[in-house]
T-cell receptor
Framework: GDSVTQMEGPVTLSEEAFLTINCTYT??????LFWYVQYPGEGLQLLLK?????DKGSNKGFEATYRKETTSFHLEKGSVQVSDSAVYFC??????????????FGKGTKLSVIP | DAGVTQSPTHLIKTRGQHVTLRCSPI?????VSWYQQVLGQGPQFIFQ???????GRGNFPDRFSARQFPNYSSELNVNALLLGDSALYLC??????????????FGDGTRLSIL
């Protein structure tokens, strides 16, 4: 079945450091890819998405490029802030034929940024 | 505008009991999905509803059921609760199911603890 594998956390970085969180996927079809962020005590917020190969999603300084040849969608940010501390989830969805929209999530990577 | 609202925010039950969780989607959204997030894991898809009909079902036992009302709000019911049902239950809404460019918006979830 479809699955998403993320790098194990937790990840601890100093403020202004460079961030990479690796994500690879296995899918039977041609998926759309997402990064969601979950702040403590809250639900999930969509951070960025990409729907086809070589698309780059970006938001709030975060970027991820859909790499079909390596089945990857790694999240990057050039300079992290304390406010970026959260759990980050990589997810995919296969465009449905029957009108259902089921997100498949990775296990999440906890990021802590220290001043 | 109000986002996705879920009630209650926290709930404690004992094994064998029954629970009902509630979700109100964003105004105008017609599709509701439910996800289960066990501590330390990514969310897992349970159900999707659109126009009061079930559009998708994840790999969960028949103890889990749901319904959607004419005002598009939804309930998730779980019977014969087990310790393993302890989790954060997330509701997500979107305008329509199956539209990649219409992302799902998540509520803050209901934290269910089984004693």
């Amino acid at each position: 079945g479809d699955s998403v594998t993320q790098m194990e956390g937790p990840v601890t970085l100093s403020e202004e450091a460079f961030l990479t969180i690796n994500c690879t996927y296995t899918a039977t079809g041609y998926p759309s890819l997402f990064w969601y962020v979950q702040y403590p005590g809250e639900g999930l917020q969509l951070l960025l998405k990409a729907t086809k190969a070589d698309d780059k999603g970006s938001n709030k300084g975060f970027e991820a490029t859909y790499r079909k040849e390596t089945t990857s969608f790694h999240l990057e940010k050039g300079s992290v802030q304390v406010s970026d501390s959260a759990v980050y989830f990589c997810a995919l969805v296969i465009p449905p034929g029957a009108g259902s929209y089921q997100l498949t999530f990775g296990k999440g990577t906890k990021l802590s940024v220290i001043p | 505008d109000a986002g996705v609202t879920q009630s209650p925010t926290h709930l404690i039950k004992t094994r064998g009991q029954h629970v009902t969780l509630r979700c109100s989607p964003i105004s105008g959204h017609k599709s509701v999905s439910w996800y289960q997030q066990v501590l330390g894991q990514g969310p897992q898809f349970i159900f999707q509803y659109y126009e009061k009909e079930e559009r998708g079902r994840g790999n969960f036992p028949d103890r889990f059921s749901a319904r959607q009302f004419p005002n598009y709000s939804s309930e998730l019911n779980v019977n014969a609760l087990l310790l393993g049902d302890s989790a954060l239950y997330l509701c997500a809404s979107s305008l329509y199911p199956g539209r990649i460019n219409q992302p799902q918006h998540f509520g803050d979830g209901t934290r269910l603890s089984i004693l």
